[in-house]
């Protein structure tokens, strides 16, 4: 009986003790916590001990970086080898080749090619290297230095030479325009005149026999400010075209046109003087619609009158102005 209230006693003692210990705790964590403390006693109180990586774990790390170094580095060697190599003179083109150009010179073209083919990309592989050259960027300065080439095809003759050919395709001439006239007449000086295409572009400077008849011309800036220039388009490529079918509209009437001077009027408007081959002149406006006026012109020279005698109605007449609708006025 007594052990038996000596183990009680001694059970009652530690459960005494457990709860003094639990007071003490729980009094120094509402300490800490107090509402008056700083936020950064807050934070040490909750912020334990740092945590450490475990001996495996760190290994892992060190292994992931080893492999990511090792990564870096053959790529940086791969590039170096394949720009080592790229340099080799069996593999750069030593012969470029020009086909299909009549207007523009091989050596023009011969000359712009090597240009775009000088230097290496990033300091390290050579842009004449027959498998890293710019072949677009090639062919589009190609056709933007020389308006005549409408295409430009890049080949290989064969896979063993060196010899980059060049095939081109130009501008077919559909008609021309000159800048000036001389003082004597109305025909313009060859020396000012440039082939235009049926889009109505500008390609390339016309040589002395292109005064003659062989080709209408178009002479007079279209625009109040600068002329057309080398590479631009003297109208819009849908004017222009109508403008040409118009034109070619006019030999079933008995009308041959040989120039079509282009004037200025106020409104920022334009007309249009067509010279025959007799001389005489056909004034239209470019406000109407050439549709309408081709009707108009349609139904003059068809009137029974004008139509049995037209040739030697324009023998007889200086100029006829269509710039009316409905009204025809000549002289």
């Given at each position: 009986m007594q052990f038996k209230a000596r183990?009680?006693?001694d059970r009652a003692i530690l459960?005494?003790?457990?709860?003094?210990?639990?007071?003490?705790?729980?009094?120094?964590?509402?300490?800490?916590?107090?509402?008056?403390?700083?936020?950064h006693g807050m934070v040490n109180f909750y912020a334990g001990p740092r945590p450490h990586f475990s001996r495996l774990a760190r290994r892992r790390r060190e292994k992931y970086l080893l492999y990511i170094l090792l990564g870096v580095l053959g790529v940086l060697t791969g590039v170096l080898l394949v720009g080592y190599f790229s340099q080799n003179p069996k593999l750069l083109i030593g012969q470029v080749t020009?086909?299909?150009?009549?207007?523009?010179?091989?050596?023009e073209i011969v000359t712009e090619t090597n240009?775009?083919?000088?230097?290496?990309?990033?300091?390290?592989?050579?842009?004449?290297?027959?498998?890293?050259?710019?072949?677009?960027?090639?062919?589009?300065?190609?056709e933007e230095t020389f308006p005549a080439l409408r295409e430009v095809v890049l080949n290989r003759p064969s896979l063993g030479t060196r010899m980059l050919l060049i095939s081109v395709r130009e501008r077919t001439p559909h008609a021309l325009w000159c800048?000036?006239?001389?003082?004597?007449?109305?025909?313009?000086t060859a020396s000012f005149c440039y082939f235009l295409d049926t889009d109505g572009l500008l390609f390339s400077p016309a040589p002395d026999f292109s005064s003659g008849g062989a080709y209408l011309r178009f002479v007079g800036n279209p625009a109040s400010s600068t002329p057309p220039s080398l590479g631009s388009h003297l109208f819009p490529t849908d004017r222009f075209q109508e403008i040409s079918f118009f034109m070619q509209s006019l030999p079933s009437l008995g009308l041959v046109p040989q120039t079509v001077t282009i004037k200025q009027v106020p409104g920022d408007e334009i007309d249009f003087t067509i010279g025959l081959t007799g001389g005489v002149r056909i004034l239209i406006s470019g406000a109407r619609r050439l549709e309408s006026t081709?009707?108009?012109m349609s139904a003059f020279f068809n009137d029974p009158e004008i139509a049995t005698s037209n040739g030697e109605f324009l023998?007889?007449?200086?100029?006829?102005?269509?710039?009316?609708?409905g009204k025809v006025y000549y002289k």
């Open positions: 183990v009680r006693s459960h005494s003790m457990v709860r003094e210990h639990r007071s003490e705790a729980t009094k120094k964590c509402a300490k800490r916590v107090s509402p008056n403390k700083s936020f020009v086909a299909g150009n009549q207007l523009v010179s091989t050596e240009s775009v083919l000088e230097g290496k990309f990033f300091w390290l592989f050579p842009r004449r290297n027959m498998y890293l050259f710019p072949k677009q960027k090639l062919v589009e300065n190609l800048n000036t006239t001389s003082s004597a007449s109305d025909v313009p081709l009707s108009d023998d007889h007449i200086q100029y006829i102005d269509f710039r009316s609708a």
